[in-house]
């Protein structure tokens, strides 16, 4: 990835570039984005490898997201559990899945400890969200701006593990219908183009939160 002579390579041997997942590094797409297409384009890689600037994009898009501090510290972490409270979730701000990557953070657990658990990596805290359940959105865009929805997709995790994806979701109409507008307000921001996973907790009250996106179909799409 950080080898420009192999990108360049790379680049004059094909048309149009894209990738599989969100970890590759954005610096290896914004160099073959100078040279020809990529889709999607770097910056829905940049947003969505990181769970900060995540966060961050969703809240200027006007999106709802769980409440969140970034962390780099446990001075960080103790200030931001006293904003925030507990239970909370610690998370790395890159590379987790699964599960992997974070911890809960309940009444009378030590910071310091949660954030040894995680190898001291930056981190984000967000909010414990109660949620009644979870259900993701797949978008289609294409190069011409022409959005399509995949019907709503209810997701069942035990351990950390995705267990069971249900299409459609156990949802009424207008719940779905602001679960997509959702991943089509992100996918317009972002200028994407291709098959975008947005993944949303549903609370008692109805209220939708951005827990993740990603520049591909996610383990709730391979349906």
């Not at 610096?27 to 600037?53: E, Y």
């Not at 949620?131 to 797949?138: M, P, Q, Y």
């Not at 317009?188 to 993740?212: H, I, S, W």
């Amino acid at each position: 990835y950080s080898d420009e002579e192999a990108l360049a390579r790379f680049a004059g041997d094909v048309d149009i570039v894209t990738y599989e997942f969100e970890n590759v590094p954005a610096r290896a797409a914004d160099f073959l984005a100078s040279r020809l297409p990529v889709r999607p384009g770097p910056m829905a890689l940049t947003v969505s490898q990181d769970r900060v600037r995540e966060k961050s994009f969703a809240r200027e898009c006007g999106l709802a997201v769980p409440d969140f501090a970034p962390i780099d510290s446990v001075d960080d972490l103790v200030r931001a559990l006293e904003r925030i409270g507990r239970p909370a979730v610690l998370k790395t701000r890159r590379f987790g899945y699964d599960g992997k990557g974070q911890v809960v953070i309940r009444a009378g657990d030590d910071a310091a400890r949660a954030l040894a658990a995680i190898g001291h990596q930056p981190a984000i805290l967000e909010a414990f969200v109660p949620f009644e359940r979870e259900i993701s959105v797949l978008v289609v865009r294409g190069a011409d701006g022409e959005i399509r929805h995949y019907d709503p997709v209810e997701n069942v995790h035990r351990g950390g593990i995705l267990r069971t994806s249900t299409v459609p979701a156990a949802i009424d109409v207008s719940l779905g219908a602001r679960a997509a507008l959702t991943g089509t307000v992100l996918a317009e921001k972002l200028d994407y183009v291709g098959v975008l996973a947005v993944e949303l907790f549903v609370t008692g009250e109805g209220q939708l939160l951005l827990n993740e996106m990603s520049p591909r179909v996610l383990n709730s799409g391979h349906w």
